[in-house]
């Protein structure tokens, strides 16, 4: 019955909806971006190069920010003939976007945006507009990714997200109960889990039996980390989905064996959706290149592996509001190699949390956050952790312990940071009962609140 439905969604419902009633270009742009993929590396390098030249000239023609600041450069988009040229452009941050929001509005697109807000839980939300075309174009790619990984429109799928914030109407409701049942999907807030009611969300699954679950991953990582302790079993869908934050490989052990099927990883971001996304060879995640320009910048003196930096990143197709080489903040290390599955879409094989959060010293170290789940994950009886940096010469790290903790416990953890961040720095631990989420439904393990 539900493979009969998710070919009627997808054949007939799914088309009516969004190309008829919605008049989207969502499906012609995801019949282009399937086609795309199996491009080759050269082909696909030639496609973005020229769908980025596109932008810049439009850039330069319509966006005061881009033209004041181009201007000031004594540079044109023709003195940028390679990726070399391109890079030697100063990058976008969250500050200039804060600062000069309307001038990086394109004059011809100023009247005719749609606007998002970030979730701010980093810093304070920033807002920004895009265009209805490159919307559609970022819910194509979303579509074609999550198809990669067993998921397709219409098939069946239990998301635990956030909840919706103010009152909406019960029209409100209904309609978009009535939307995501159409989709074949069930919405549940996440923000509700405890350790006391984790049995209710093991009881959903086994009753709405989804063939995909998706969702935040840290609210999913604890369900799961639940049902192997109490020895709990669900029904096993055939796709675990991850969003909002990177699943580290000691992560997608506990996530597998607990509800028995593959995890994909994915990795995204409120100003571009989705950026990388795992296939089932399970060799990193595709970035979709036909969709975004995404570098990797080395920060000056982090040290960093070669193939590790800074995810710098271009959207190709939003008119309205252009980000050229916008800086995520996020660390991401790539892949040398093609993937098998015959995709020329390049990989990264991680995201190693956000280069703002890496940890500090006194004598000029730079440790990234991605130090700590590795150090903890082998530390006996840590069930959670969260590490704070607020001043140069000390670092803070909340800790809920499990019955297996015990001063080897801790002796482990000091020894083991002194080992990497030397005498320089002071190590303080605390017990809590339990570490917060932050209002976009993450565990954010590793906080640098230094300037």
């Given at each position: 019955m539900?493979?009969?439905?998710e070919?009627a969604?997808?054949?007939?419902?799914f088309?009516?909806?969004?190309?008829?009633?919605r008049?989207?270009?969502?499906?012609?742009?995801?019949?282009?971006?399937e086609?795309?993929?199996w491009?080759?590396p050269?082909?696909?390098?030639?496609?973005?190069?020229e769908?980025?030249?596109r932008?810049?000239?439009?850039?330069?023609?319509?966006?005061?920010y881009y033209q004041?600041?181009?201007?000031?450069?004594?540079?044109?988009?023709?003195?940028?003939?390679n990726?070399d040229?391109?890079?030697?452009?100063?990058?976008?941050?969250?500050?200039?976007?804060?600062?000069?929001?309307?001038?990086?509005?394109?004059?011809?697109w100023?009247d005719?945006m749609?606007y998002?807000?970030?979730s701010?839980?980093?810093?304070?939300?920033l807002?920004?507009?895009?265009?209805?075309?490159?919307?559609?174009r970022?819910?194509?790619?979303m579509?074609r990714?999550?198809?990669?990984?067993?998921?397709?429109?219409?098939?069946?799928?239990?998301?635990?997200w956030?909840g919706?914030?103010?009152?909406?109407?019960?029209a409100?409701?209904?309609?978009d109960?009535?939307?995501?049942?159409?989709f074949?999907?069930?919405?549940?807030?996440?923000?509700?889990?405890?350790?006391?009611n984790m049995?209710?969300y093991?009881?959903?699954?086994?009753?709405?039996?989804?063939?995909?679950?998706a969702?935040y991953?840290?609210?999913?990582?604890?369900?799961a980390?639940?049902?192997l302790?109490?020895?709990?079993?669900?029904?096993?869908?055939?796709a675990?989905?991850?969003?909002?934050e990177?699943?580290h490989?000691?992560?997608?052990?506990?996530v597998?064996?607990?509800?028995?099927?593959?995890?994909?990883?994915?990795?995204?971001c409120?100003e571009?959706?989705m950026?990388?996304g795992?296939?089932?060879?399970h060799?990193?995640?595709?970035?979709?290149?036909?969709?975004l320009l995404?570098?990797?910048?080395?920060?000056?003196d982090?040290?960093?592996?070669?193939?590790?930096?800074?995810?710098?990143v271009?959207?190709?197709?939003?008119?309205?509001?252009?980000?050229?080489?916008?800086?995520?903040?996020d660390l991401?290390?790539?892949s040398?190699?093609l993937?098998?599955?015959?995709?020329?879409?390049?990989?990264?094989?991680?995201?190693e949390?956000?280069?703002?959060?890496a940890?500090?010293?006194?004598?000029?170290?730079?440790?990234?956050?991605?130090f700590?789940?590795?150090?903890?994950?082998?530390?006996?009886g840590?069930?959670q952790?969260?590490?704070?940096?607020?001043?140069?010469?000390?670092?803070?790290?909340?800790?809920?312990?499990?019955?297996?903790?015990?001063?080897d416990?801790?002796?482990m953890?000091?020894?083991?940071?002194?080992?990497?961040?030397?005498?320089s720095?002071?190590?303080?631990?605390?017990?809590?009962d339990?570490?917060?989420?932050?209002?976009?439904?993450?565990?954010?393990?590793?906080?640098?609140?230094?300037?």
């Amino acid at each position: 019955m539900n493979s009969f439905y998710e070919k009627a969604f997808r054949r007939v419902l799914f088309p009516v909806y969004e190309s008829g009633i919605r008049r989207r270009g969502t499906l012609a742009w995801l019949a282009e971006y399937e086609h795309n993929q199996w491009l080759s590396p050269n082909q696909l390098e030639s496609l973005q190069w020229e769908r980025l030249k596109r932008l810049l000239e439009h850039c330069y023609r319509e966006v005061p920010y881009y033209q004041r600041q181009w201007k000031a450069l004594g540079i044109t988009p023709d003195d940028i003939r390679n990726r070399d040229d391109y890079a030697r452009l100063p990058m976008l941050t969250k500050a200039d976007i804060r600062a000069q929001g309307d001038d990086l509005k394109a004059q011809s697109w100023r009247d005719r945006m749609l606007y998002k807000n970030t979730s701010g839980s980093t810093g304070e939300p920033l807002r920004f507009g895009y265009t209805r075309e490159s919307n559609d174009r970022r819910n194509a790619v979303m579509f074609r990714g999550y198809g990669w990984a067993g998921s397709p429109p219409g098939r069946r799928s239990l998301v635990m997200w956030g909840g919706g914030l103010g009152n909406p109407t019960l029209a409100r409701r209904w309609k978009d109960q009535l939307y995501h049942a159409a989709f074949g999907r069930r919405i549940v807030n996440s923000f509700h889990m405890t350790e006391a009611n984790m049995s209710e969300y093991a009881d959903l699954i086994d009753s709405y039996r989804p063939e995909v679950l998706a969702g935040y991953f840290s609210p999913l990582l604890r369900l799961a980390q639940w049902l192997l302790d109490t020895g709990r079993r669900v029904h096993s869908p055939k796709a675990f989905i991850v969003n909002g934050e990177a699943m580290h490989e000691f992560q997608r052990e506990i996530v597998e064996k607990a509800f028995g099927c593959p995890a994909f990883n994915t990795y995204g971001c409120r100003e571009f959706m989705m950026i990388a996304g795992e296939c089932d060879q399970h060799k990193g995640m595709h970035v979709n290149m036909d969709h975004l320009l995404v570098e990797r910048v080395q920060p000056p003196d982090a040290h960093l592996a070669p193939l590790t930096g800074e995810a710098v990143v271009t959207d190709l197709f939003n008119y309205g509001m252009p980000f050229i080489r916008y800086a995520t903040g996020d660390l991401i290390t790539a892949s040398p190699q093609l993937c098998a599955c015959g995709r020329g879409l390049p990989l990264i094989t991680q995201v190693e949390g956000r280069m703002l959060d890496a940890i500090r010293t006194p004598d000029g170290r730079i440790l990234p956050g991605m130090f700590f789940p590795f150090l903890l994950k082998e530390v006996p009886g840590v069930r959670q952790y969260q590490v704070v940096q607020r001043q140069l010469d000390r670092l803070d790290v909340s800790l809920v312990r499990g019955d297996a903790f015990n001063d080897d416990s801790l002796a482990m953890i000091h020894r083991e940071i002194r080992k990497v961040l030397g005498d320089s720095i002071e190590v303080a631990c605390h017990f809590v009962d339990d570490i917060p989420l932050t209002r976009s439904g993450k565990t954010r393990l590793t906080i640098s609140e230094l300037a």
